[in-house]
Nanobody, 126 residues
Framework: QVQLVESGGGSVQSGGSLRLSCAAS????????MGWFRQAPGKEREGVAA???????SYADSVKGRFTISQDNAKNTMYLQMNSLKPEDTAMYYC????????????????????WGRGTQVTVSS
């Protein structure tokens, strides 16, 4: 069974940094698309960043230049380095893995149909 476990969330002041981790297990396919989504209270879920098995990355316009997605294949772990955090980044962040990426309604390249982690909370104060 595929399992994704997020960690690294917390509270930080505006301008600060956090590093999220997503540890994956039970995924047996050679190709994949992994990424991060976030959802704030009262707002729609949005794709944040994604990385595929070829190492290609993509980002939502709102986080370009501030967030960096990466992976450590030896540890089966994906990371999201978040710098210059803003209050509008406050949300529950979810990890997802799928066979391939897709474009969502906002034009973001994100994992398609697949598996979700339970999420980790990120709170950015002014």
């Amino acid at each position: 069974q595929v399992q994704l476990v997020e960690s690294g969330g917390g509270s930080v002041q505006s301008g600060g940094s956090l590093r999220l981790s997503c540890a994956a297990s039970g995924y047996s396919y050679r190709t994949y698309c992994m990424g991060w989504f976030r959802q704030a209270p009262g707002k729609e879920r949005e794709g944040v960043a994604a990385i595929d098995s070829d190492g290609s990355t993509s980002y939502a316009d709102s986080v370009k230049g501030r967030f960096t997605i990466s992976q450590d294949n030896a540890k089966n772990t994906m990371y999201l380095q978040m710098n210059s955090l803003k209050p509008e980044d406050t949300a529950m962040y979810y990890c997802k893995i799928a066979r391939q990426c897709r474009y969502d309604s906002r034009g973001s390249h994100v994992p398609g149909f697949g598996y979700w982690g339970r999420g980790t909370q990120v709170t950015v104060s002014s």
